[in-house]
């Protein structure tokens, strides 16, 4: 449990997309695979992985910090 202003610094974190945090390549600047529904699908999938370990970690640290202050 997180005292309620470390939950909502957790919701903020869980209310953010993969587009938000990690900004897409321009084809113009990426490889031709990239420009393939695969390579599309590839990207994309490497974004949510990328935004999923960054949203998590960033929890963590949250919860951690909201242990080790008293917070609750």
């Known amino acids: 449990m ?25 084809f113009a600047a990426a490889a031709a695979y990239d420009a393939t529904p695969a390579g599309a699908a590839g ?13 998590r970690g960033q929890i963590a640290l949250i919860r951690e910090h909201c242990r080790e202050a008293g917070h609750r």
């Open 2 to 26: 997180t005292c309620p202003p470390c939950t909502d610094e957790i919701n903020r974190w869980l209310d953010t997309t993969p587009q938000q945090l990690i900004p897409r390549i321009p």
């Open 43 to 55: 990207s994309r999938s490497a974004r949510y992985q990328q935004w999923r370990r960054t949203v």
